[in-house]
Each structure stands twice: as C-alpha cells, then as structure tokens.
C-alpha cells in the first residue's frame, strides 16, 4: 500500500498547489453561484411584492399634504380662469361683431375660445388623474359642463 500524505504536508510544490488551487476554485464557484441564488430570490420577492409596495407608495403620494394642496389649488385656478375666460369671450364677440372686417378681432376671438377650451381639457383631465381627481373642492363641479352658459366658451347675449 502506498503512503500518501496530504497534499500540505508534501514537499513537492506542484502537489501542494493543485490541492489549494482546486479547493479555491470549488470556493469561488460556490461562492458564484451562492451569490447568484440570493440575488435570484431577492429580485423575486421585489417582483412578487412590487404590487403591493406600488399600492402603497401609490397611496402615500396621492394622500400627501403637498399633494393635495396642489390639485386644489390647481382646480381653483382653473375653474376662475375658465370662468374669466368666457366673460372675455363676451367682449371679443362683440369687438368682432363690431369690427367684421378687422381681422385682429377675429384671431382674438378665436384664440380666446381655443384657451378657454385649453383650461377646460385641462381640468377635466386633472379632474379624471388618480392623483388630483379626489382633491376637488365641494364647490367645484367634477367636470366642467359644457352646457353651463358660464363655461361652454361661448360669447352670452351679444347682440
């Protein structure tokens, strides 16, 4: 029978070097695939409770204090400029009804409907986003109606 000692224990250095050089490279590889295997199972829980984690910071956003004092502020502002808007059609109308012949008037008015109807896309989409929708003031309708004589971008009474 053949006396084998350990390879550390060898006087051969070619001996004592593939017995170290294999055990690390059976670390390494281990290691590797150790690393890849966490990796793997923390990219899956991520993705399997990404919907949650969404819902939730979804929500965190939406409710914030910052949030819901843009949206509000933001509807107020439309509604007004909605409201002023239409009044300003008013004179419009009239400077084109006046002045038929003056083109000037005619691109006024017709810019002025093109904002007013601007504002009112604007609202109505703010007013349909998840996160300003809810923020609406009681005092504000939730879509602008385009029948309201107040709001339909229209000039009222020129005669």
Excluded: H
């Excluded at 109505?124 to 923020?135: D, I, P, T, Y």
């Excluded at 003031?137 to 971008?153: E, G, H, K, W, Y």
Aim: hydrophobic residues 40%; charged residues 20%.
């Amino acid at each position: 029978m053949k006396n084998k000692k350990p390879y550390y224990e060898s006087d051969n250095p070619t001996k004592v070097i593939w017995g170290v050089s294999w055990r690390v490279w059976i670390w390494l590889i281990c290691s590797v695939v150790g690393i890849g295997v966490i990796s793997a199972g923390v990219w899956w829980f991520k993705v399997a409770t990404s919907d949650i984690k969404g819902a939730g910071d979804a929500t965190r956003k939406i409710n914030s204090a910052q949030n819901r004092i843009a949206a509000q502020e933001t509807f107020e502002a439309l509604y007004q400029d909605i409201l002023k808007y239409d009044r300003n059609l008013d004179q419009a109308a009239l400077n084109r009804k006046n002045f038929p012949k003056e083109e000037r008037y005619i691109v006024e008015y017709t810019g002025m409907v093109q904002i007013c109807q601007d504002a009112i896309s604007q609202y109505n989409a703010n007013a349909n986003k998840v996160s300003q929708g809810k923020w609406i003031s009681s005092n504000l309708p939730p879509q602008i109606d385009m029948t309201n004589v107040a709001t339909d971008c229209k000039e009222n009474g020129v005669n």
